[in-house]
């Protein structure tokens, strides 16, 4: 999984404040722990997401699919009870 963009934007931040100053090592550490934080989250890349959003959108469509299906054989046989 690659790094957050919003991780990236406080390293560069941070890199700015602290170009020529101790503050390195401070860096170093707020970005593991950021680093280490992120990946204790269950996220998902986007690429994932969008992958299972369509695979959702072609079962919801199969399943409307299904649905008037099971309805048009529903109403078949309501039909021929009444004949019969």
């Not at 992120?38 to 299904?66: N, P, S, W, Y």
């Amino acid at each position: 999984m690659s790094t957050p963009r919003i991780l990236d934007e406080i390293g560069a931040k941070l890199s700015e404040i602290a170009a020529a100053s101790p503050a390195r090592d401070i860096e170093k550490n707020v970005r593991a722990l950021l680093g280490s934080a992120f990946g204790k989250l269950d996220l998902v890349t986007r690429e994932e997401f969008d992958v299972q959003r369509e695979v959702l959108a072609q079962t919801r469509r199969r399943l409307a699919e299904l649905e008037a299906r099971v309805a048009e054989l529903e109403a078949g046989l309501e039909g021929r009870d009444k004949q019969g």
